[in-house]
């Protein structure tokens, strides 16, 4: 019997040292990965980048497309003679000046937006550049205020883009 009780105590301890190390790698492995309100900020900002690009990009297009019939209409004589046809000459001309300008806007908001970095830099010991002390709720919030002024961006083109 007291072997049996020896066998069984050698048994149990391995099973709880097991279960020990096995609790310390779970354990190790939750606090080096990122919650999942900083998992959202991450998609969150990627979304709004990407969307931000295009919008770029479409507002770039636009006033080619734009100058391309700007120059076109300006080779030809109605110009001159045609008020309808200089009033949507004038019309196009702003929509350029108009377009150039909010895509000078969007890219320069890109350009001084606050980027959360990834987790790999975050590992290398880049700094959070949201603030050390900043909980990962304040910088879920700070992430989707770019929300809001990529949503402005977009309906001020939305706007431009109305104009005949």
């Given at each position: 019997?007291?072997?049996?009780?020896?066998?069984?105590?050698?048994?149990?301890?391995?099973?709880?040292y097991?279960l020990?190390?096995?609790?310390?790698?779970?354990?190790?492995?939750?606090?080096?990965?990122e919650?999942?309100?900083?998992?959202n900020?991450?998609?969150?900002?990627?979304?709004?980048?990407?969307?931000?690009?295009?919008?770029?990009?479409?507002?770039?297009?636009?006033?080619?497309?734009?100058?391309?019939?700007?120059?076109?209409?300006?080779?030809?004589?109605l110009?001159?003679?045609?008020s309808?046809?200089?009033?949507?000459?004038?019309?196009?001309k702003?929509k350029i000046?108009?377009?150039?300008?909010?895509?000078?806007?969007?890219?320069?908001?890109?350009?001084?937006?606050?980027?959360?970095?990834?987790?790999?830099?975050l590992?290398?010991?880049?700094?959070n550049?949201?603030?050390?002390?900043?909980?990962?709720?304040?910088?879920?919030?700070k992430?989707?205020?770019?929300?809001?002024?990529?949503?402005?961006?977009?309906?001020?083109?939305?706007?431009?883009?109305?104009?005949?």
């Amino acid at each position: 019997m007291t072997q049996y009780l020896r066998k069984n105590n050698t048994t149990m301890k391995k099973a709880i040292y097991s279960l020990a190390f096995v609790a310390t790698i779970a354990l190790a492995g939750c606090v080096s990965s990122e919650s999942e309100k900083l998992a959202n900020a991450r998609t969150l900002q990627n979304t709004i980048l990407s969307e931000a690009h295009a919008l770029d990009s479409t507002l770039l297009s636009e006033t080619q497309q734009l100058s391309a019939t700007r120059d076109m209409m300006s080779t030809d004589s109605l110009l001159a003679t045609d008020s309808l046809f200089m009033a949507r000459y004038i019309t196009v001309k702003y929509k350029i000046n108009d377009l150039e300008g909010l895509q000078a806007e969007v890219v320069a908001w890109q350009n001084s937006l606050t980027k959360l970095p990834s987790q790999e830099e975050l590992r290398k010991g880049i700094k959070n550049p949201f603030g050390q002390k900043a909980s990962d709720q304040e910088v879920y919030d700070k992430i989707s205020l770019y929300r809001i002024k990529l949503e402005e961006f977009n309906q001020r083109a939305a706007t431009i883009r109305s104009r005949n």
